[in-house]
């Protein structure tokens, strides 16, 4: 079976930065891409950004020019550098792999940007 894991949640003041990670395992086929939803209290899943096997990317517009999706494709790890984090950007964060076969979600790591 398939597993998406993400890491580096926590609760930081706004102005910072934080790292999350994501990693999905046990794929008979390439993921292709990869990315990061998130969901805060009372409001829809939303995607935040993504990234194709070949490098392309997509941001979600409040997000550009803050937040940085990359990966590593031999690993299929999926990385999102957050900086000059506000109290909007407070959500679960969930990672997704796309496949051939389907997609797959990991279970969603907590950000809390709070002073």
């Known amino acids: 079976q398939v597993q998406v894991v993400e890491s580096g949640g926590g609760l930081l003041q706004p102005g910072g930065s934080l790292r999350l990670s994501c990693a999905a395992s046990?794929?008979?086929?390439?993921?292709?891409?990869m990315g990061w939803y998130r969901q805060a209290p009372g409001k829809q899943r939303e995607l935040v950004a993504r990234?194709?096997?070949?490098?392309?990317?997509n941001y979600e517009d409040s997000v550009k020019g803050r937040f940085t999706i990359s990966r590593e494709n031999a690993k299929n790890t999926v990385y999102l550098q957050k900086n000059s984090l506000k109290p909007e950007d407070t959500a679960v964060y969930y990672c997704?792999?796309?496949?051939?076969?389907?997609?797959?979600w990991g279970e969603g790591t907590q950000v809390t940007v709070s002073s």
């Open positions: 997704y792999a796309d496949s051939v076969l389907g997609g797959y």
């Open positions: 990234i194709t096997r070949s490098g392309t990317t």
């Open positions: 046990g794929s008979r086929f390439s993921i292709n891409a």
